[in-house]
């Protein structure tokens, strides 16, 4: 079984989560985006009061607020940081993404792995399969664990809404089409976990989200 912690950081509410194997206690640490130092501190205290084994950063993509903390759970824990190789143009560009939106921004040093659809990414006895679907950014990826019906979202899809898609890779029709007919015939209970806001289900967004219906 995984077990999802969610912390909302950064001045842009962003969801930063660790998921971690129940049986095993191995973890990984998914966006995050842990920008002040009591943030910083939150994730270290749940990672040792609950005797976590941090393997791995995964991104669901590299917008500067899902990145903000990368440098930091990399450097604490010694792990390597994965993403899609079509967002590594927003890893080097994270100073100047801060300024965009005047948010001071060090640099973050680049991917360690590239992640790709149709992988399996493993923490202990869990796993978790990537779905690409770009749309918001080109190198947006979703994580998928069919046992545990659960997604994890990223910035594709929030509770009643979609992310952006005016920003350099952004595309309105292929995100749209993306959730379509990637996410949509996945399970309607299946929980889904977006990057800002609440927890919703695939098939309640079927239903009821207005970008969808």
């Given at each position: 079984?995984?077990?999802?912690?969610?912390?909302?950081?950064?001045?842009?509410?962003?969801?930063?989560?660790?998921?971690?194997?129940?049986?095993?206690?191995?973890?990984?640490?998914?966006?995050?985006?842990?920008?002040?130092?009591?943030?910083?501190?939150?994730?270290?205290?749940?990672?040792?009061?609950?005797?976590?084994?941090?393997?791995?950063?995964?991104?669901?993509h590299c917008h500067f607020d899902h990145i903000m903390g990368v440098d930091f759970i990399r450097d604490e824990y010694k792990i390597?940081?994965?993403?899609?190789?079509?967002?590594?143009?927003?890893?080097?560009?994270?100073?100047?993404?801060?300024?965009?939106?005047?948010?001071?921004?060090?640099?973050?040093?680049?991917?360690?792995?590239?992640?790709?659809?149709?992988?399996?990414?493993?923490?202990?006895?869990?796993?978790?399969?990537?779905?690409?679907?770009?749309?918001?950014?080109?190198?947006?990826?979703?994580?998928?664990?069919?046992?545990?019906?659960?997604?994890?979202?990223?910035?594709?899809?929030?509770?009643?809404?979609?992310?952006?898609?005016?920003?350099?890779?952004g595309d309105f029709d292929t995100l749209i089409t993306n959730i379509k007919e990637k996410l949509f015939p996945l399970p309607n209970d299946?929980?889904?976990?977006?990057?800002?806001?609440?927890?919703?289900?695939?098939?309640?967004?079927?239903?009821?989200?207005?970008?969808?219906?």
């Amino acid at each position: 079984m995984i077990k999802v912690k969610k912390f909302v950081v950064n001045p842009l509410s962003q969801n930063s989560l660790v998921l971690s194997d129940e049986e095993t206690k191995e973890c990984v640490l998914i966006d995050p985006g842990f920008y002040y130092g009591e943030e910083q501190d939150e994730v270290k205290y749940y990672i040792e009061r609950n005797e976590l084994k941090p393997v791995k950063i995964i991104n669901t993509h590299c917008h500067f607020d899902h990145i903000m903390g990368v440098d930091f759970i990399r450097d604490e824990y010694k792990i390597p940081f994965l993403a899609h190789a079509d967002d590594a143009f927003w890893v080097d560009r994270a100073v100047d993404q801060g300024k965009m939106y005047n948010f001071e921004m060090q640099p973050v040093k680049p991917i360690d792995e590239f992640i790709e659809e149709g992988q399996t990414i493993k923490f202990g006895e869990a796993s978790l399969e990537v779905i690409h679907v770009p749309g918001h950014a080109p190198g947006h990826v979703v994580f998928y664990s069919k046992n545990d019906k659960l997604l994890i979202a990223g910035d594709v899809i929030f509770y009643g809404s979609i992310g952006r898609t005016d920003l350099p890779g952004g595309d309105f029709d292929t995100l749209i089409t993306n959730i379509k007919e990637k996410l949509f015939p996945l399970p309607n209970d299946t929980k889904v976990y977006c990057g800002h806001g609440p927890e919703t289900t695939l098939g309640f967004e079927k239903e009821n989200n207005p970008f969808l219906t």
